[in-house]
Protein backbone atom coordinates (compact mmCIF):
# COMPACT_ATOMS: atom_id res chain seq x y z
CA UNK A 1 0.00 0.00 0.00
CA UNK A 2 1.17 3.57 -0.77
CA UNK A 3 0.15 6.39 0.90
CA UNK A 4 1.14 10.42 -0.23
CA UNK A 5 0.40 13.68 2.62
CA UNK A 6 -0.93 16.68 1.57
CA UNK A 7 -1.72 19.68 3.87
CA UNK A 8 -3.79 22.49 3.30
CA UNK A 9 -4.80 24.82 5.91
CA UNK A 10 -6.86 23.17 8.44
CA UNK A 11 -7.44 19.61 6.14
CA UNK A 12 -4.60 16.89 6.17
CA UNK A 13 -5.72 14.71 3.19
CA UNK A 14 -4.02 11.47 2.32
CA UNK A 15 -4.24 9.10 -0.52
CA UNK A 16 -3.87 5.59 -0.38
CA UNK A 17 -3.28 3.07 -3.12
CA UNK A 18 -4.16 -0.56 -2.59
CA UNK A 19 -3.30 -2.74 -5.16
CA UNK A 20 -6.60 -5.53 -5.00
CA UNK A 21 -5.10 -9.01 -6.89
CA UNK A 22 -7.64 -11.52 -8.35
CA UNK A 23 -6.92 -14.07 -5.63
CA UNK A 24 -8.28 -11.66 -2.61
CA UNK A 25 -11.93 -11.66 -4.61
CA UNK A 26 -14.29 -11.64 -2.12
CA UNK A 27 -12.27 -10.61 0.82
CA UNK A 28 -12.58 -7.79 2.88
CA UNK A 29 -9.53 -5.65 2.69
CA UNK A 30 -8.51 -2.70 5.25
CA UNK A 31 -6.78 0.41 4.21
CA UNK A 32 -5.54 2.20 7.67
CA UNK A 33 -4.94 5.17 8.04
CA UNK A 34 -3.74 7.15 11.20
CA UNK A 35 -5.61 10.26 13.24
CA UNK A 36 -3.98 11.60 16.22
CA UNK A 37 -5.13 15.35 16.51
CA UNK A 38 -8.56 17.06 16.57
CA UNK A 39 -10.16 15.93 13.68
CA UNK A 40 -13.75 17.01 13.66
CA UNK A 41 -15.12 15.69 9.69
CA UNK A 42 -13.71 12.69 7.71
CA UNK A 43 -13.95 12.49 4.02
CA UNK A 44 -13.45 9.72 1.62
CA UNK A 45 -14.06 8.99 -1.58
CA UNK A 46 -12.30 6.38 -3.60
CA UNK A 47 -11.77 5.36 -7.65
CA UNK A 48 -11.12 2.49 -9.24
CA UNK A 49 -10.85 0.98 -13.02
CA UNK A 50 -14.88 -0.32 -12.88
CA UNK A 51 -15.58 -0.86 -17.09
CA UNK A 52 -12.98 -3.29 -18.98
CA UNK A 53 -13.59 -6.82 -20.47
CA UNK A 54 -15.04 -8.22 -16.79
CA UNK A 55 -16.62 -6.50 -14.63
CA UNK A 56 -14.71 -4.77 -11.04
CA UNK A 57 -16.92 -4.14 -8.13
CA UNK A 58 -15.46 -3.18 -5.46
CA UNK A 59 -17.51 -1.72 -2.46
CA UNK A 60 -16.40 0.79 0.59
CA UNK A 61 -16.98 0.95 4.09
CA UNK A 62 -15.31 2.64 7.44
CA UNK A 63 -13.98 1.24 10.73
CA UNK A 64 -12.32 3.28 13.59
CA UNK A 65 -10.51 2.38 16.39
CA UNK A 66 -13.39 0.99 18.29
CA UNK A 67 -16.03 -0.52 15.53
CA UNK A 68 -17.57 -0.53 11.75
CA UNK A 69 -18.81 3.11 11.52
CA UNK A 70 -20.38 2.59 8.60
CA UNK A 71 -21.00 0.51 4.60
CA UNK A 72 -21.98 1.90 1.70
CA UNK A 73 -21.60 -1.25 -0.38
CA UNK A 74 -21.02 0.08 -3.89
CA UNK A 75 -23.64 2.24 -4.11
CA UNK A 76 -21.34 5.30 -3.34
CA UNK A 77 -18.06 6.89 -4.84
CA UNK A 78 -17.88 9.72 -1.87
CA UNK A 79 -18.77 9.77 1.93
CA UNK A 80 -18.71 11.90 5.00
CA UNK A 81 -18.97 11.71 8.48
CA UNK A 82 -18.61 14.53 11.39
CA UNK A 83 -19.67 14.76 14.92
CA UNK A 84 -23.19 15.47 14.66
CA UNK A 85 -23.35 15.34 10.54
CA UNK A 86 -22.81 12.46 8.20
CA UNK A 87 -23.97 10.72 4.78
CA UNK A 88 -26.85 8.36 5.26
CA UNK A 89 -25.45 4.81 5.81
CA UNK A 90 -23.02 6.15 8.14
CA UNK A 91 -22.72 7.58 12.26
CA UNK A 92 -21.67 10.26 13.26
CA UNK A 93 -19.83 10.87 16.72
CA UNK A 94 -16.56 12.05 18.21
CA UNK A 95 -13.84 11.21 15.71
CA UNK A 96 -11.22 9.50 17.96
CA UNK A 97 -7.65 9.49 17.66
CA UNK A 98 -6.18 5.96 16.53
CA UNK A 99 -6.20 4.06 14.08
CA UNK A 100 -8.76 4.24 11.57
CA UNK A 101 -9.56 1.70 8.47
CA UNK A 102 -10.92 2.34 5.08
CA UNK A 103 -12.92 -1.05 4.47
CA UNK A 104 -13.11 -2.37 0.71
CA UNK A 105 -14.87 -4.78 -0.37
CA UNK A 106 -13.54 -7.53 -3.43
CA UNK A 107 -16.90 -8.59 -4.71
CA UNK A 108 -15.56 -9.12 -8.16
CA UNK A 109 -12.03 -8.38 -9.30
CA UNK A 110 -11.20 -8.94 -13.03
CA UNK A 111 -7.91 -11.43 -13.77
CA UNK A 112 -5.61 -8.91 -14.08
CA UNK A 113 -6.23 -7.24 -10.73
CA UNK A 114 -7.06 -3.89 -9.86
CA UNK A 115 -5.76 -0.43 -7.90
CA UNK A 116 -8.26 0.91 -5.77
CA UNK A 117 -7.27 5.08 -4.90
CA UNK A 118 -8.89 5.79 -2.09
CA UNK A 119 -8.48 9.68 -0.86
CA UNK A 120 -9.25 10.16 2.59
CA UNK A 121 -9.85 14.26 3.89
CA UNK A 122 -9.57 15.07 7.64
CA UNK A 123 -10.41 18.58 8.59
CA UNK A 124 -9.51 19.98 11.83
CA UNK A 125 -11.58 21.32 14.33
CA UNK A 126 -11.63 25.23 13.44
CA UNK A 127 -14.12 28.00 14.68
CA UNK A 128 -16.13 29.60 12.28
CA UNK A 129 -19.32 31.55 11.54
CA UNK A 130 -22.24 29.55 10.86
CA UNK A 131 -25.76 30.79 9.46
CA UNK A 132 -29.51 29.22 10.55
CA UNK A 133 -32.79 30.26 11.59
CA UNK A 134 -33.23 30.67 15.61
CA UNK A 135 -37.49 30.39 14.93
CA UNK A 136 -39.51 28.37 13.21
CA UNK A 137 -42.73 26.02 13.38
CA UNK A 138 -44.01 22.90 11.60
CA UNK A 139 -46.60 20.19 12.18
CA UNK A 140 -45.50 19.59 15.59
CA UNK A 141 -47.60 22.91 16.15
CA UNK A 142 -49.40 25.45 14.23
CA UNK A 143 -47.07 25.40 11.14
CA UNK A 144 -47.27 23.36 8.21
CA UNK A 145 -44.08 22.05 7.25
CA UNK A 146 -43.30 18.78 8.24
CA UNK A 147 -39.78 18.43 10.07
CA UNK A 148 -38.45 17.14 6.40
CA UNK A 149 -39.80 19.91 4.33
CA UNK A 150 -38.82 22.64 7.10
CA UNK A 151 -34.99 21.23 6.26
CA UNK A 152 -35.43 20.96 2.96
CA UNK A 153 -36.14 24.70 3.07
CA UNK A 154 -33.67 25.41 5.51
CA UNK A 155 -31.15 23.67 3.03
CA UNK A 156 -32.51 25.52 0.23
CA UNK A 157 -31.72 28.70 2.06
CA UNK A 158 -28.40 27.78 2.11
CA UNK A 159 -28.62 27.54 6.43
CA UNK A 160 -26.90 25.58 8.12
CA UNK A 161 -28.45 25.39 11.31
CA UNK A 162 -32.12 25.68 12.68
CA UNK A 163 -33.82 25.79 15.90
CA UNK A 164 -37.53 24.00 15.57
CA UNK A 165 -39.59 26.31 18.36
CA UNK A 166 -42.40 24.81 18.75
CA UNK A 167 -45.50 25.91 20.69
CA UNK A 168 -45.41 24.19 24.17
CA UNK A 169 -44.09 21.04 22.70
CA UNK A 170 -40.77 19.40 22.49
CA UNK A 171 -41.83 16.38 20.03
CA UNK A 172 -40.70 18.30 16.80
CA UNK A 173 -36.75 17.58 18.23
CA UNK A 174 -37.13 13.69 18.43
CA UNK A 175 -38.49 13.87 14.96
CA UNK A 176 -35.69 15.70 14.36
CA UNK A 177 -33.11 13.41 15.74
CA UNK A 178 -31.19 11.50 12.98
CA UNK A 179 -28.48 13.42 11.34
CA UNK A 180 -29.17 15.31 8.21
CA UNK A 181 -25.74 16.29 6.19
CA UNK A 182 -25.89 19.56 5.83
CA UNK A 183 -27.80 21.22 8.83
CA UNK A 184 -27.56 21.11 13.00
CA UNK A 185 -30.69 20.92 14.58
CA UNK A 186 -30.70 22.90 17.79
CA UNK A 187 -33.68 21.37 19.82
CA UNK A 188 -36.17 24.15 21.01
CA UNK A 189 -39.79 24.94 22.26
CA UNK A 190 -41.38 27.97 22.26
CA UNK A 191 -42.97 29.24 25.61
CA UNK A 192 -46.09 30.45 24.58
CA UNK A 193 -48.53 31.45 27.24
CA UNK A 194 -51.36 33.99 27.07
CA UNK A 195 -48.78 36.77 28.60
CA UNK A 196 -45.96 36.61 26.46
CA UNK A 197 -43.45 34.21 24.25
CA UNK A 198 -39.83 32.65 24.80
CA UNK A 199 -37.64 30.46 22.96
CA UNK A 200 -35.66 27.77 25.04
CA UNK A 201 -33.06 26.61 22.72
CA UNK A 202 -30.36 23.22 23.88
CA UNK A 203 -32.60 21.60 26.35
CA UNK A 204 -35.80 22.53 25.61
CA UNK A 205 -37.10 19.58 28.03
CA UNK A 206 -36.03 21.62 30.89
CA UNK A 207 -38.94 24.06 30.48
CA UNK A 208 -41.72 21.97 32.85
CA UNK A 209 -44.46 24.16 32.16
CA UNK A 210 -45.62 27.02 30.08
CA UNK A 211 -49.54 27.52 31.80
CA UNK A 212 -47.87 30.89 33.09
CA UNK A 213 -50.02 33.86 34.49
CA UNK A 214 -48.09 36.07 36.28
CA UNK A 215 -44.62 37.91 36.28
CA UNK A 216 -43.99 35.76 39.96
CA UNK A 217 -44.48 33.01 38.54
CA UNK A 218 -42.44 32.94 35.01
CA UNK A 219 -39.27 34.07 36.99
CA UNK A 220 -39.67 30.98 38.80
CA UNK A 221 -40.29 28.97 36.04
CA UNK A 222 -37.86 30.56 33.52
CA UNK A 223 -35.02 30.67 36.60
CA UNK A 224 -35.63 26.77 36.75
CA UNK A 225 -35.35 26.00 33.14
CA UNK A 226 -31.99 28.09 33.20
CA UNK A 227 -31.05 26.72 36.22
CA UNK A 228 -31.06 23.18 34.35
CA UNK A 229 -29.50 24.13 31.41
CA UNK A 230 -31.55 26.06 28.95
CA UNK A 231 -30.97 29.13 27.27
CA UNK A 232 -33.78 31.37 27.32
CA UNK A 233 -34.93 34.27 24.97
CA UNK A 234 -37.86 36.54 25.40
CA UNK A 235 -39.62 36.61 21.71
CA UNK A 236 -41.30 39.34 19.88
CA UNK A 237 -41.58 41.28 22.85
CA UNK A 238 -42.91 44.20 21.45
CA UNK A 239 -45.12 42.52 18.88
CA UNK A 240 -48.77 44.35 19.06
CA UNK A 241 -50.38 41.34 18.96
CA UNK A 242 -48.48 38.72 21.55
CA UNK A 243 -46.20 41.14 23.91
CA UNK A 244 -44.03 39.78 26.62
CA UNK A 245 -46.12 40.96 29.72
CA UNK A 246 -44.79 39.11 31.99
CA UNK A 247 -41.40 41.58 33.26
CA UNK A 248 -38.31 42.43 31.71
CA UNK A 249 -36.22 41.37 35.74
CA UNK A 250 -33.41 38.94 35.11
CA UNK A 251 -34.59 35.78 34.07
CA UNK A 252 -33.41 35.66 30.68
CA UNK A 253 -30.38 35.14 28.19
CA UNK A 254 -31.43 36.93 25.11
CA UNK A 255 -34.20 38.98 23.90
CA UNK A 256 -35.32 38.23 20.31
CA UNK A 257 -34.78 41.96 18.73
CA UNK A 258 -35.31 40.66 15.68
CA UNK A 259 -38.92 38.76 14.77
CA UNK A 260 -39.70 37.84 10.70
CA UNK A 261 -39.06 40.60 8.47
CA UNK A 262 -37.46 43.89 9.52
CA UNK A 263 -41.01 45.75 11.08
CA UNK A 264 -42.13 47.95 13.47
CA UNK A 265 -42.00 45.80 16.28
CA UNK A 266 -38.08 44.94 15.62
CA UNK A 267 -37.47 49.12 15.76
CA UNK A 268 -38.88 48.83 18.90
CA UNK A 269 -37.03 45.62 20.67
CA UNK A 270 -33.57 47.30 18.77
CA UNK A 271 -34.11 50.58 20.64
CA UNK A 272 -34.92 48.54 24.38
CA UNK A 273 -32.50 46.49 24.08
CA UNK A 274 -30.17 49.84 23.63
CA UNK A 275 -31.78 51.12 26.48
CA UNK A 276 -30.69 48.12 28.74
CA UNK A 277 -27.23 48.08 26.97
CA UNK A 278 -26.58 51.70 28.01
CA UNK A 279 -27.41 50.91 31.92
CA UNK A 280 -24.43 47.96 31.85
CA UNK A 281 -26.94 45.23 31.23
CA UNK A 282 -25.59 42.94 28.81
CA UNK A 283 -28.11 40.81 27.05
CA UNK A 284 -27.59 38.86 23.64
CA UNK A 285 -29.47 39.42 21.03
CA UNK A 286 -31.21 37.11 18.58
CA UNK A 287 -33.58 37.06 15.68
CA UNK A 288 -35.64 34.40 14.13
CA UNK A 289 -38.01 34.02 11.04
CA UNK A 290 -40.80 32.51 13.11
CA UNK A 291 -41.76 30.68 9.82
CA UNK A 292 -44.90 28.81 10.03
CA UNK A 293 -46.15 28.28 6.54
CA UNK A 294 -45.07 29.38 3.08
CA UNK A 295 -45.15 33.45 2.76
CA UNK A 296 -44.13 35.70 0.53
CA UNK A 297 -42.47 37.29 3.54
CA UNK A 298 -41.99 35.05 5.90
CA UNK A 299 -39.47 32.85 4.98
CA UNK A 300 -36.49 30.77 7.09
CA UNK A 301 -33.56 32.84 7.33
CA UNK A 302 -35.48 36.24 7.16
CA UNK A 303 -33.28 37.21 9.65
CA UNK A 304 -30.59 34.79 9.75
CA UNK A 305 -28.90 34.60 12.49
CA UNK A 306 -24.73 34.08 12.05
CA UNK A 307 -23.11 32.32 14.94
CA UNK A 308 -19.57 31.94 15.85
CA UNK A 309 -18.81 28.66 16.79
CA UNK A 310 -15.62 26.90 17.66
CA UNK A 311 -16.78 22.97 16.27
CA UNK A 312 -19.32 22.16 13.62
CA UNK A 313 -21.89 20.84 16.73
CA UNK A 314 -24.55 22.33 18.24
CA UNK A 315 -22.92 22.62 21.61
CA UNK A 316 -20.48 24.56 19.21
CA UNK A 317 -23.34 26.85 18.08
CA UNK A 318 -25.09 26.78 21.77
CA UNK A 319 -21.84 28.28 23.68
CA UNK A 320 -21.61 30.69 20.33
CA UNK A 321 -24.67 32.34 21.09
CA UNK A 322 -24.40 32.04 25.11
CA UNK A 323 -21.57 34.48 24.45
CA UNK A 324 -23.24 36.45 22.59
CA UNK A 325 -21.39 35.91 19.31
CA UNK A 326 -24.16 36.65 17.27
CA UNK A 327 -24.56 38.79 14.24
CA UNK A 328 -28.47 39.02 12.17
CA UNK A 329 -29.07 40.13 8.63
CA UNK A 330 -32.10 40.26 6.76
CA UNK A 331 -31.27 37.08 4.59
CA UNK A 332 -28.99 34.85 4.47
CA UNK A 333 -27.17 36.63 1.67
CA UNK A 334 -27.38 39.76 3.02
CA UNK A 335 -24.91 41.91 4.66
CA UNK A 336 -23.28 40.65 7.02
CA UNK A 337 -20.81 42.55 8.92
CA UNK A 338 -17.93 41.70 12.00
CA UNK A 339 -16.22 43.56 14.63
CA UNK A 340 -13.02 42.80 15.76
CA UNK A 341 -10.16 44.43 18.41
CA UNK A 342 -7.24 42.68 18.31
CA UNK A 343 -8.00 39.26 19.60
CA UNK A 344 -11.62 40.28 21.07
CA UNK A 345 -14.48 39.93 18.98
CA UNK A 346 -18.30 39.99 19.14
CA UNK A 347 -19.87 39.18 22.33
CA UNK A 348 -16.54 39.41 23.91
CA UNK A 349 -15.42 41.84 27.30
CA UNK A 350 -12.29 43.45 26.71
CA UNK A 351 -11.10 43.80 30.17
CA UNK A 352 -10.10 47.12 32.08
CA UNK A 353 -6.26 46.26 32.23
CA UNK A 354 -6.21 45.78 28.52
CA UNK A 355 -8.02 49.14 27.85
CA UNK A 356 -5.44 51.02 29.86
CA UNK A 357 -2.64 49.25 28.37
CA UNK A 358 -3.92 51.35 24.97
CA UNK A 359 -5.13 54.86 25.12
CA UNK A 360 -8.08 53.97 23.26
CA UNK A 361 -10.18 50.83 21.82
CA UNK A 362 -8.90 49.93 17.71
CA UNK A 363 -12.06 48.42 16.08
CA UNK A 364 -11.68 46.69 12.90
CA UNK A 365 -14.97 46.80 10.79
CA UNK A 366 -15.81 44.19 8.18
CA UNK A 367 -18.69 44.86 6.53
CA UNK A 368 -19.54 42.26 3.29
CA UNK A 369 -22.56 42.74 0.59
CA UNK A 370 -23.39 46.00 1.55
CA UNK A 371 -25.57 47.33 -1.44
CA UNK A 372 -26.25 50.77 -0.68
CA UNK A 373 -26.30 50.43 3.17
CA UNK A 374 -25.60 53.06 5.73
CA UNK A 375 -23.59 51.61 8.87
CA UNK A 376 -23.71 53.13 12.35
CA UNK A 377 -21.08 52.60 15.24
CA UNK A 378 -23.47 52.28 18.47
CA UNK A 379 -22.02 53.14 22.29
CA UNK A 380 -23.99 53.89 25.02
CA UNK A 381 -23.53 57.20 24.35
CA UNK A 382 -25.39 56.85 20.93
CA UNK A 383 -24.27 56.85 17.33
CA UNK A 384 -20.53 57.15 17.07
CA UNK A 385 -19.70 56.79 13.42
CA UNK A 386 -21.74 56.48 10.32
CA UNK A 387 -20.41 55.24 7.02
CA UNK A 388 -22.43 55.08 3.68
CA UNK A 389 -21.07 52.06 1.61
CA UNK A 390 -21.61 52.91 -2.47
CA UNK A 391 -22.02 50.54 -4.67
CA UNK A 392 -19.55 51.76 -7.33
CA UNK A 393 -22.08 53.84 -9.34
CA UNK A 394 -23.95 57.14 -9.34
CA UNK A 395 -26.32 57.95 -6.65
CA UNK A 396 -29.28 58.07 -9.42
CA UNK A 397 -28.22 54.52 -10.51
CA UNK A 398 -28.78 53.17 -7.12
CA UNK A 399 -32.22 51.82 -7.28
CA UNK A 400 -31.44 49.96 -10.55
CA UNK A 401 -28.55 48.64 -9.57
CA UNK A 402 -30.01 47.22 -6.62
CA UNK A 403 -32.72 45.51 -8.81
CA UNK A 404 -29.98 43.93 -10.90
CA UNK A 405 -29.80 41.66 -7.61
CA UNK A 406 -33.03 40.16 -8.00
CA UNK A 407 -31.98 37.43 -9.98
CA UNK A 408 -33.69 36.15 -12.72
CA UNK A 409 -36.36 34.20 -11.74
CA UNK A 410 -38.59 37.47 -11.08
CA UNK A 411 -37.72 36.87 -7.57
CA UNK A 412 -38.71 40.48 -5.38
CA UNK A 413 -35.71 42.95 -5.05
CA UNK A 414 -35.46 43.40 -1.08
CA UNK A 415 -36.65 47.21 -1.88
CA UNK A 416 -39.89 46.24 -3.17
CA UNK A 417 -40.18 43.43 -0.90
CA UNK A 418 -39.94 45.81 2.02
CA UNK A 419 -41.77 48.88 0.81
CA UNK A 420 -44.76 46.18 -0.08
CA UNK A 421 -44.36 44.83 3.31
CA UNK A 422 -43.90 48.09 5.25
CA UNK A 423 -47.14 49.15 3.64
CA UNK A 424 -49.38 46.01 4.16
CA UNK A 425 -47.70 46.38 8.51
CA UNK A 426 -48.98 50.27 7.92
CA UNK A 427 -52.58 49.05 7.80
CA UNK A 428 -52.35 46.42 10.50
CA UNK A 429 -50.83 49.17 12.80
CA UNK A 430 -53.79 51.40 12.21
CA UNK A 431 -56.11 48.45 12.59
CA UNK A 432 -55.00 47.45 15.49
CA UNK A 433 -54.46 51.08 17.09
CA UNK A 434 -51.10 51.48 16.41
CA UNK A 435 -48.10 51.52 18.38
CA UNK A 436 -45.45 54.13 18.76
CA UNK A 437 -41.83 53.16 17.78
CA UNK A 438 -40.07 53.97 20.71
CA UNK A 439 -36.66 56.41 19.98
CA UNK A 440 -33.78 54.86 21.66
CA UNK A 441 -33.51 56.62 25.37
CA UNK A 442 -29.54 57.47 24.71
CA UNK A 443 -28.18 58.42 27.71
CA UNK A 444 -27.34 62.44 28.80
CA UNK A 445 -23.89 62.54 27.62
CA UNK A 446 -25.06 61.75 24.45
CA UNK A 447 -22.67 62.32 21.31
CA UNK A 448 -23.83 64.39 18.28
CA UNK A 449 -24.82 62.05 15.72
CA UNK A 450 -21.99 62.24 12.86
CA UNK A 451 -21.87 63.28 9.50
CA UNK A 452 -21.78 59.67 6.74
CA UNK A 453 -18.69 59.18 5.83
CA UNK A 454 -18.78 58.06 2.08
CA UNK A 455 -16.68 54.48 1.91
CA UNK A 456 -16.77 52.67 -1.21
CA UNK A 457 -17.23 48.60 -1.47
CA UNK A 458 -14.37 46.68 -3.64
CA UNK A 459 -15.71 43.13 -4.81
CA UNK A 460 -18.51 43.46 -1.75
CA UNK A 461 -15.84 44.02 1.00
CA UNK A 462 -15.10 46.96 3.29
CA UNK A 463 -12.87 47.04 6.23
CA UNK A 464 -12.83 50.20 8.11
CA UNK A 465 -10.68 51.15 11.21
CA UNK A 466 -12.12 53.34 13.88
CA UNK A 467 -10.37 54.42 17.04
CA UNK A 468 -13.07 53.81 19.79
CA UNK A 469 -12.75 55.39 23.55
CA UNK A 470 -11.71 53.32 26.48
CA UNK A 471 -14.29 55.06 28.46
CA UNK A 472 -17.02 53.60 26.51
CA UNK A 473 -19.53 50.39 27.50
CA UNK A 474 -19.93 48.89 24.77
CA UNK A 475 -19.44 48.90 20.63
CA UNK A 476 -22.28 47.53 18.34
CA UNK A 477 -22.78 47.85 14.48
CA UNK A 478 -25.99 48.36 12.51
CA UNK A 479 -26.82 48.65 8.88
CA UNK A 480 -29.37 50.31 7.51
CA UNK A 481 -30.69 50.29 4.05
CA UNK A 482 -33.09 53.19 3.17
CA UNK A 483 -36.34 52.73 0.45
CA UNK A 484 -36.86 54.84 -1.77
CA UNK A 485 -41.08 56.21 -1.95
CA UNK A 486 -41.76 54.95 1.75
CA UNK A 487 -39.21 57.33 3.56
CA UNK A 488 -37.85 54.50 6.20
CA UNK A 489 -34.95 52.58 6.52
CA UNK A 490 -35.30 48.67 7.55
CA UNK A 491 -32.61 46.91 9.22
CA UNK A 492 -30.01 44.60 6.80
CA UNK A 493 -27.66 43.74 9.39
CA UNK A 494 -27.02 44.05 13.28
CA UNK A 495 -24.14 42.84 15.34
CA UNK A 496 -24.38 41.82 19.02
CA UNK A 497 -21.72 44.28 20.90
CA UNK A 498 -18.02 44.08 22.14
CA UNK A 499 -18.42 45.24 25.65
CA UNK A 500 -15.28 46.97 27.18
CA UNK A 501 -14.54 46.17 30.49
CA UNK A 502 -14.68 48.61 34.02
CA UNK A 503 -15.87 51.56 32.37
CA UNK A 504 -19.25 52.15 35.26
CA UNK A 505 -19.50 55.53 34.23
ZN1 LIG B 1 -44.25 33.56 19.31
Known amino acids: METETHEEGCKHRLVLRRWIGKEEERTYLEVPFL ?8 DISYRYERGGEEAAVVDIGLRSPDRIVGWSGGARDTFFLGKEKATPGYLCGSIVNGEWSVLLGAYK ?5 LEVVVEVELSLRRGRWMKGDLHMHSVHSDG ?40 LIIPGVELTSYYGHANVFGAPETLRDFRIVSADQAAEVLADTRERGGFVSLNHPFCPACPWELGFGEQYDAIEVWNGPW ?18 RRIVALGGSDTH ?16 TESDSVSGLLEGIRLGRVVLSFDPDETCMNMTSGKYGIGDFIPSDELE ?21 WSDRGIEAVWDI ?27 EIAALLAIEA ?11 AASAIAGNAVPVPVPLPVDAENGHVRISFQGSADRLFYRLEARRYVDGVNVSVMTCLTNPIYLGGANN
Open 427 to 437: EEQSACGGQEV
Open 263 to 280: RALNEQAVAWWQGQLEHG
Open 390 to 416: GIGITESGEQREWERFAGEDGEWTIQR
Open 35 to 42: IDGEVERI
Open 109 to 113: IPSSG
Open 144 to 183: SYTIEQAKQSCRERGLEFMALTDHNTISQNQAALAPDEQL
Open 357 to 377: AVSGVPLTIDIYGARGDRVAL
Open 293 to 308: RIDRFVKHGRPTASVW
